[in-house]
Structures are given as structure tokens and as C-alpha cells.
């Protein structure tokens, strides 16, 4: 009997994924459980298991090909194999995902007698006063001359080294420094006197976190969205340093999605994915990034398990510890800037998420600005004013804030 | 969208738009292309405008011909470049010339689409890449499209053109899957910066667009960041994108799939040569195909044009020894 093996979803919003590597060839014996293939989606590497034993019998899909979820890519022989014995297992550095093959190159310079140099080369030697077949004679330069070893001369030149590194963070043309310190060494006091002088701008390179938010920002911003704006009477909700109005919020917020199953729901082409749990993402700060991570299953947990959840999702962000699972699942993002004093804002879709919830600061009688922006394409507006109207309603029970306060004592 | 979708796609909402709008070519009616770019046309525009031809690629480009200069704005499809050796008479002694030599009153807005490169294993008279040919003639437009936006939009704009248009494809790009841009003021004489870089100007177009992009990423691992230029025309070609791009990096690599003789690198680099001789740091390099019919065997077929590897591999022995 034959068993189809299919591309499996490692996440919510991985659509396709790439095969980067078979470990195993047609005709060789797969265990249950063994990595057969390492899958690169997302950006992420993750390894393939046979959820069955048997023959691998045929590999449909070859490597660096990229194919939809679902979409079968092996076929497994199953039944009684008789093999002799399991091969033995391969050494565990094999498993690692490897980056694409780079091709090896040999690379030979060009040499000639001194006189030779590009055309542009040239052009700077002149601009900068240089005579090119001195200082080539003198080998200080080589032959033929490019404009890099000009540069370089020039800056070796001109600059104490610790100037040099500090060159490198800024945008500065190399012409307006010689123009200001024609015949002097530059050293790090004078240049960082001339970038304030001048105003030249820093280069503040961007983390791989700040790219992928980009990415993602870039990609569900422009989906058809919507927004609600409200003011919450939050004078009920017992929150203190302990317990922040964030971890009060989740709680209140996941009990609520229970009702609402498409605040549960993931976007597919053609159906909804929903989930039976309330998983609730919360926009993180740290340092200069924003992270994502998600509380799972929010409908089940104590207010105070969700505090040490919370914490210990901060401190793994901190530690730039947070994995795939930590940050995939959700399907309503909370976003608290209210503490900053900030009234009232609305917020951007994480990419996957069908809400993300805007609370702004709040007043001294309670009441709050929250603004709520929708997926429309899975929150209709009806639902989404029901959902608002039951979480005002919810805030305002009574016996529900006492219920979950409870849970907050030892 | 798949790109064979994208050309599908523009088909249908040319068609939709202007009832003068119609199809010509072998097979792209009942069995929907070769390529499966025309499927589903028969069925929606009828036989009428959507028109299956003998196996005679002159006739089409002719019958296409004197379709445009009574009015109609027909897409003629030539199965493969290979096939419109053919049609050459019509292409080159009427299509590129009767606006001129009738003192320009007779339009001919004429499109006449063609896949052509390497697939695989086609052999020699069904792999070759051949839009020097077409780019050599002036009197014609020579469009190509490396992916969905600029096949929907490229091929859209040249039907609404008034001038004869060659729009070339690339066999291997069909069942590509790319992000169809809404890019409302797309302009096909304007080239595409597909990704910025301060070191190395690459110029490309159709598939080796791809393969450029792949070489791109181990480069920068090398330290080299380089500057890819999409050309979407080739007759004109936008010099003004590519010397602009060249002042900044004062380095040119020209990457194409056709032969490296009398190419369209050897234009290129002869044009950033007598312009921007002063501001060039390295001699510029082509990355083309062998001098060879494309051979059968997979692993020769391969020897014969650029391959990502390769691209690298030159690349970056070449501004090695360039003082990069």
C-alpha cells in the first residue's frame, strides 16, 4: 500500500514551502518518526518527519523546488518491509540545514607594469592630486590601479585608524573631508568635530526583527481592514502593578473570542482555519524592536498564569530567545500604549491576525479609548461591533471581575 | 499568478475593452496555446476573435498585418521563436517598415507574442533565444516580460500601442508563480531597478532576470552588492536607467541567455563604452550563452547558457581581478 507524504504546514500563514534537502533516496528504508527531509518556509528550516515506517518509493518533488501546503511530494511503500537492519543513523552535523551550495571560483589578478590604471581611477587620482605612476613604481599601488585602491590609499593616508572605523558609520564624501584637512592626518576628534559641523546624517543599519515587521507590516496593511472606535468604562477592572491592565485585558479579551469563533479564525483561500482556543498575541517592546509572541489557549489560563506567561515571554524577547512556536497561532493581537499617556491610536495588522486591539491611557473616572482594527475579509462589521459591545459589556460584570480576581490570590 | 495567467489575464481584459481586439495563431483557439496562454478565450470571445491558423507563420504575421491596417488590433502567436525564422519576410520587410514608407499614414497596432529560450531538452531548433534578430530592426517595438507584472502590463500596453510590437516570452517562465503588481503607470520603456546595489551594475531580461537575482545573494555574501536592471524593452532600450545606474557603480556586467556574439550585451556595453568611458573602474563583462547550437544532453544544454552559479562564479572573479 502506498502512502502519500504531503507538504506539510509548520505555521498559520506558511503557504508554500521548499524542499532544501532529501535525506533519504528512493528505495531506502524510512523508521517512523526519522527527519526524511529538511523544508524551508518562511524563512525557517524545519525537518520533515515520516509519520510512518516503510519504503521510500518514489520522491515527487525535487530539491529547491517550492510547492503549495498539501500538496503531496513523496510516496512511501508501507506494509512488512523486510529489511535486513535500519541504516545506521547519520551523524548529527548532516542533519543541520545547510545554506545553498556556493560555487567555489579561482580568482587570479591582473598584473601589469606600472602606467596602467581604469578610466575611472584615473579621474580620481587627478581630482585628488595623486601621481599615479610614482606611487605605483613605489608600490603603493598596483598596476593596473582601480578606483578602490585610490580610495584606500587615500584613506590610509588621511585617516588614524580609529578614525577610519568611525568613517564607516557615516555618510560623508571623502572629498568634502580632504577639502577641510588638506595636508593634515585626520584622527577621531577632528572627524566627529566636522560630522557635527556639517550635520552628516549616521548610517543606523536595520535588524533582521525590524526587516521581517516591515515585511509583514507591508504585507497586511494594504488587505482590506476597517476600524472600530470606543470608549471603555474600565473603572471596575482591579488592575495594579501586579496584575497590569495588559494581563487583565488578555484574560477578558480570550474569554470573550470564546463567542466569537472568527476572532478565532485564519484566512485561507477558500475557508476559514478557526481554532478551538483563544490565542492572544501581545505587541512586545524591547529595545529598539517589536516582537509578537503569542499566549495560547488564553481561555483556559488563570490571570496569573498568564502573568508568568507574559514574563517569561519577556524575558526570552530580551534574550532574543522567542521561537517560531512562541510567536505563530495567534489570531488577536492586544497593543498597550497607554501607560505612555497616549489616548487613543490605532494599530496595524500583524500579518495572520483578524484583530489587533488599540488601548489608550486611562482617565481617572475609568473610561478609556480603545480602537480595534479588523481583517474584514474574516470580521463582517456586524460581528465586529458585537464583539466590542460584549467585551464593554463583560468589563462592566461584576461578577465576573470578582471571578477573575480570585485567581489572582495564591 | 502564474505568469502564463498574467498574459492570459491581459488578453482577456484587451479583448474586453475594445471589441477590435482578437486573437490569431496555431492552436490558440479550441486547445487553448501551446503554453495554455490563450485557454478559455475560445470559449468566451468565439471563433470569431479568437482564430485558429494553418501551420504557416508567415500567413499569420501577414494576415495579422493587413488585419491592423484595416483597423483591427490583432496578437498574433508564433509558437516559438524558433518557428518565426518563417515569418521573418513579414516581420522585417512589412511589419517593421509600412508605417514608414507609407508616409505615416497607414498603423499597424500589431502585436506579435513569441516564447523562446531554453526549456529543456528541446534540442537545438526549439531552445533558441533570438531577440537580437527582432531588436536589430528598426520600425519594430521589441517587448520582453521576466514576470507577471510586466507580462499583464507589458503585453497590455502593447496592444494598445499604434505601432508594431514583438512580445517576447521565456518557455520556462509559464508555470512561474509571481506577485502581479498594481502598477497603474507602467511604462514598458522605462527599465525596472529590481534591486539597488553601489558596486556592480547587471543589466538583464526574461528568465536570466531570475538567475541574476539568485547570484545576487551569494555576492553579497562576498561583500558585493549589486545593482539589477530589468530592461522590459528592447527596442528601445532605456540607456538613460542603465548609464545612470553605471555612474554610480562605474561597473557594467550585461547577463543574457542568446549567444555572447552580437548580442544584446555587445550593444549595451558598447553604448555604456562610448558614453561613460571615463566613469567605467573595469572593462564590462558579458555572462551569454556558448557558441553553440543548445545541445540535447541536459548536462551539455546546461554548459551552454548562464546558470546561477555561473553568473556568481564570474562575477565575482571578474571584479576580483578588477580591483573590487
Redesign the interface.
Known sequence: MDYEISMPQFSDTMERGKIVRWLKKEGDMVEKGEVIAEIEAEKAVMELQSFKRGVLKRILVKEGEEVPVGKPIALLELGEVREVKPPPPKPKEELKPQP?P?????????GLPPGFA??????LAKDYGLNLEELQREERL?S??????VEELLLERQFTPKALELLKEYEIDLREILEEFPSQKVDEDMLLAFVEKRGIPKRLPISQVQKTLIANLSKSFPLPHYHIYEVFDLSLVPWDKDFTLTHWLIKVVGDAMQHFERLRAVYREDHYLVFPDSNVGIAMAVGEELYNPVIKGVNKKSLKEIREEVRSLRKKAEEGRLSLDDMQGGTLTISNLGMFGIRSFDAILPYGHVCIIAVGMQEEDGKTHITFTFDHRVVNGLHGALFVKHLKEKVLDREYIKFLKRSTHV | MLYRDALNLALDHAMEQDPRVLLLGEDVGFYGGNYKVTDGLYVKYGPKRVIDTPIAENSIVGTAIGMAMMGLRPVAEIMTANFAMLAMDQVVNQMAKLRYMSGGKIFLPLVVRMPQGVAKQLAAQHSQSLEHLFASVPGLYVFCASDSTSAYHGLLYAIKLDDPVIFLEHVLLYGVDFPLENSKDFNPFQARVLKEGKDITVVSYLKMVHDVLKAC??LE?EGLYCEVIDLVSLRPIDFETIYSSVKKT?RLVVVYEAPKSFGLGAEVSARVCEEL??????PPLRIAGGEVPIPYNRRLELLAIPTP??I??QI??WS?????
Do not use: C, M, N
Not at chain 2, 277 to 282: E, K, M, T, V
Open positions: 545553498l556556493k560555487p567555489e571560483v579561482k580568482v587570479e589578478r591582473v581604469s578610466p575611472y581611477a584615473r579621474i598596483p593596473p590601479t582601480h578606483a578602490r585602491d | 545573494q551569494w555574501e562605474k568611458f571615463y566613469f567605467l573602474d573595469a552559479e555561473r556568481y562564479s565575482l572573479s576580483k581581478s578588477h580591483g573590487l
